[in-house]
């Protein structure tokens, strides 16, 4: 009898991408996954396991592309002389040979291999890094500016000194995990709608080493860690800004299984400035100044991050002129330059005049004429026009 199409059995066209010859395959496979079959009557069963290696073969062919091409120019010919290999025997549902995409396909579903899928060539042992860890420094806004180094002192779990993180006695050696038999990872059964599947998980005897102590160490117990305190001076560059970060690499905890440590996680907290406010790398602030000294112009003392500076303002400024600085906010920790600073002008309004002050504010108002206040003068010309 001539075999289907591979293209029709996972019901995709010729042209499709692999990401969509992976989507219909695990459509297709969950549909008649042959635990989903375990109380149907036989001839189901029997259905359903040769749909599912239908799927298998078209599967293995089409997301392989050197064995699309051959099946895409000769058809099932190419692999007839044993080409392309089948799904083999399904031998209880697990026997499927070096086929291992469908425990990934399981493994999304359900957290792990699907009853005994992708473990049969044998998982390699993995070892977890350490735990990361978190420590927050407070900086001011002007040692932000030119960077500072600070002292930092935190306890975490390191490798035992006494066996130097094995766990073991020294002298004793290791020898094979009894729970895992060296393989570092244990199935655990799953009951799901869909029948059993086992979850290949980290085993807890050995943490993923695959061995134990023939003896534990009398200093940590066997478990490899001990507390131990960590003092360092680290260096936090110029322009870092509130809320980011530096990564110390392998300054984190110890791994309980033998593999690297994890990193350490500077968090940078800048103290609100009495003055300025940081927005990117320009630095804002508000200088309070006189009715006269705006009025007539001239020389006015500006703080900086860096120091006080001198600035001419011109006669007639505004209230809420913004004044910029070049480069005078706060380095970029990329090293593109510095920001600027925004200077904004408030005109403060005097109080509490005394009776000879308001005399002469009446005075010199009355002296005023309509040319000397541009802006009230077009805001009374458009109240005209808009009446007319």
Known sequence: MAKKDYYEILGISKDASEAEIKKAYRKAAMKYHPDKFTNANEDEKKNAEAKFKELNDAYQVLSDSQKRAQYDRFGHAAFEQGGAGGAGGFGGFGGFGDFEDLGDIFSSFFGGSGSGFGDQRGRRRTVQPGADLRY???????EASKGVEKHIKYEKNGKCHTCSGTGAEPGSGMQTCSKCNGQGRVKQTQRTMLGNFETVVECDQCHGKGEVPKKKCSNCGGTGIEKEVVEKTVKIPAGIDDG??????????ASPSGGPNGDLYIYIKVKQHSIFERIDDDLVCEIPISYAHATLGGDLEIPTIEGKIKMKIPAGTQNGKVFRLKEKGMPNTRGYGRGDQLVKIVIE???NLNDSQKELLKSFDKSLKDKNYNMKKTFFDKIKNLFV
């Open 349 to 351: 309004i005097p109080t």
């Open 136 to 142: 927050s420094v407070e900086i001011t806004l002007e």
């Open 244 to 253: 980011q970060r530096l990564r110390l690499s392998g300054m984190g905890e």
